[in-house]
């Protein structure tokens, strides 16, 4: 069972820990989903890969998912066991012919595909059902993004037009998707890609049940990042622009900027070298995106709340042996940071736990749940 905790100091006092935890803020994903379907004029579907942990699961149910984004099996069966009844929508471009089936015995109706391939095999695993609804991934720019993701999936504007083609012949409806790319900064992307879906749709000349326009919506890491109502303003503006008697489902996908708020991650200093201090979690645990996203994360060392202290940057290393464990930065900490004492990341919920590895032997971090109502955004 996950112990309960009002904050992470409790946590420390309780616990006397030795290893990294993670700090499930669960209150904070059900308010993050609450917002993003009070905000979004149509239907948010989570995309689960980005953290699949069930206490999130179950917390952004509470704030109102209904539907889910997933790409396997496993993220299937992660969904119905929190919500029997979720509607899942299988957004991975390319699956397994036995997974298409075994989605689609389960009640799955939506599949992407970004190629005649895969529509054929998502065609030949579902029984002949008409109903089900391939998804075209296209491709859009993937500028602003921090993690760019049109050099693996999506299919170009005169191939896409084809496709609907092809789709429509064999008797289907057919849904439209992209992805701007994660952690996307430039709030102009979506109303750009929506403008590329609808102009495929209409020299297709057949509308389309699902224009979904993915995730992408980037957390608040330093507060400037645009805010999800700003992003999906656009989207809207572009739809309503092209598409005006739009009767079908507009739908986004948002990953990271629901999960994020939903974690963060307390480790120990074990060593100080100079300006590196090497951690108890680093790059092949929970930490991951700390090398790719260098200094963003908000960070605090535990013990100093109303002792304003002088701060200086730091490197993070990770616990194992290998020298890509390191995260740059800068971090900005108390100057007389030391062997002992424990930092808290915040903002750590997505693209964390799913990451963990077991290299070196280092046992994944044991989860707490932190009750505090508290703004999970600290003072840098
Ligand atoms: C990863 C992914 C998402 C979520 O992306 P975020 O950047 O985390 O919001 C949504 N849809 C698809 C198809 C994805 O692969």
């Given at each position: 069972?996950?112990?309960?905790f009002?904050?992470?100091?409790?946590?420390?006092?309780?616990?006397?820990?030795?290893?990294?935890?993670?700090?499930?803020?669960?209150?904070?994903?059900?308010?993050?989903?609450?917002?993003a379907?009070?905000?979004?004029?149509?239907?948010?579907?989570?995309?689960?890969?980005?953290c699949?942990?069930?206490?999130?699961?179950?917390?952004?149910?509470?704030?109102?998912?209904?539907?889910?984004?997933?790409?396997?099996?496993?993220?299937?069966?992660?969904?119905?066991?929190?919500?029997?009844?979720?509607?899942?929508?299988?957004?991975?471009?390319?699956?397994?012919?036995?997974?298409?089936?075994?989605?689609?015995?389960?009640g799955?109706?939506?599949?992407?595909?970004?190629?005649?391939?895969?529509?054929?095999?998502?065609?030949?695993?579902?029984?002949?059902?008409r109903?089900?609804?391939?998804?075209?991934?296209?491709?859009v720019?993937n500028?602003?993004?921090?993690?760019?993701?049109?050099?693996?999936?999506?299919?170009?504007?005169?191939?896409?037009?084809?496709?609907i083609?092809?789709a429509?012949?064999?008797?289907?409806?057919?849904?439209?998707?992209?992805h701007?790319?994660?952690?996307?900064?430039?709030?102009?992307a979506?109303?750009?890609?929506?403008?590329?879906?609808?102009?495929?749709?209409?020299?297709?000349?057949?509308?389309?049940?699902?224009?979904?326009?993915?995730?992408?919506?980037?957390?608040?890491?330093?507060?400037?990042?645009?805010?999800?109502?700003?992003?999906?303003?656009?989207?809207?503006?572009?739809?309503?622009?092209?598409?005006?008697?739009?009767?079908?489902?507009?739908?986004?996908?948002?990953?990271?900027?629901?999960?994020?708020?939903?974690?963060?991650?307390?480790?120990?200093?074990?060593l100080?070298?100079?300006?590196?201090?090497?951690?108890?979690?680093?790059?092949?645990?929970?930490?991951?995106?700390?090398?790719?996203?260098?200094?963003?994360?908000p960070?605090?060392?535990?013990?100093?709340?109303?002792?304003?202290?002088?701060?200086?940057?730091?490197?993070?290393?990770?616990?194992?042996c290998?020298?890509?464990d390191?995260?740059?930065?800068?971090?900005?900490?108390?100057?007389?940071?030391?062997?002992?004492?424990?930092?808290?990341?915040?903002?750590?919920g997505?693209y964390?736990?799913v990451?963990?590895?077991?290299?070196?032997?280092?046992?994944?971090?044991?989860?707490?749940?932190?009750?505090?109502?508290?703004?999970v955004?600290?003072?840098?």
């Amino acid at each position: 069972m996950i112990h309960r905790f009002s904050g992470a100091e409790a946590v420390l006092s309780a616990l006397r820990p030795t290893d990294p935890l993670l700090l499930l803020r669960t209150g904070a994903a059900t308010a993050a989903a609450r917002d993003a379907i009070r905000t979004f004029p149509g239907t948010v579907a989570y995309a689960v890969k980005v953290c699949d942990h069930p206490e999130v699961l179950r917390a952004l149910a509470a704030g109102g998912v209904r539907e889910w984004d997933v790409a396997s099996i496993h993220e299937i069966n992660a969904v119905r066991a929190v919500q029997p009844n979720a509607v899942l929508h299988y957004m991975n471009p390319v699956k397994s012919r036995e997974h298409i089936a075994e989605a689609y015995d389960m009640g799955v109706r939506n599949f992407a595909f970004d190629c005649q391939a895969e529509l054929r095999k998502i065609a030949e695993c579902t029984r002949g059902d008409r109903g089900v609804l391939p998804v075209l991934r296209l491709t859009v720019p993937n500028d602003g993004a921090r993690f760019p993701l049109d050099t693996k999936f999506g299919c170009p504007e005169d191939e896409a037009v084809r496709l609907i083609g092809l789709a429509v012949a064999m008797g289907y409806r057919y849904g439209l998707t992209f992805h701007v790319g994660s952690q996307c900064e430039d709030a102009s992307a979506w109303e750009i890609a929506t403008t590329m879906a609808c102009r495929t749709a209409q020299r297709a000349g057949v509308t389309p049940e699902v224009i979904d326009i993915g995730g992408g919506f980037p957390t608040q890491f330093r507060g400037t990042e645009p805010d999800f109502a700003t992003c999906i303003a656009g989207a809207k503006r572009a739809l309503d622009r092209a598409m005006p008697d739009f009767r079908g489902t507009f739908q986004c996908e948002p990953g990271r900027v629901l999960a994020a708020p939903s974690a963060s991650v307390l480790v120990r200093v074990e060593l100080r070298k100079e300006g590196a201090l090497f951690l108890n979690d680093g790059y092949y645990g929970l930490l991951t995106e700390l090398k790719w996203m260098t200094g963003v994360h908000p960070v605090r060392r535990l013990g100093d709340e109303g002792h304003p202290a002088k701060l200086a940057p730091f490197a993070f290393y990770g616990p194992t042996c290998d020298s890509v464990d390191a995260m740059d930065g800068p971090y900005w900490l108390p100057a007389d940071t030391d062997e002992g004492d424990w930092i808290e990341v915040s903002l750590m919920g997505a693209y964390s736990t799913v990451l963990v590895t077991k290299f070196n032997g280092f046992p994944e971090a044991r989860a707490v749940i932190i009750d505090a109502a508290e703004d999970v955004r600290l003072a840098a």
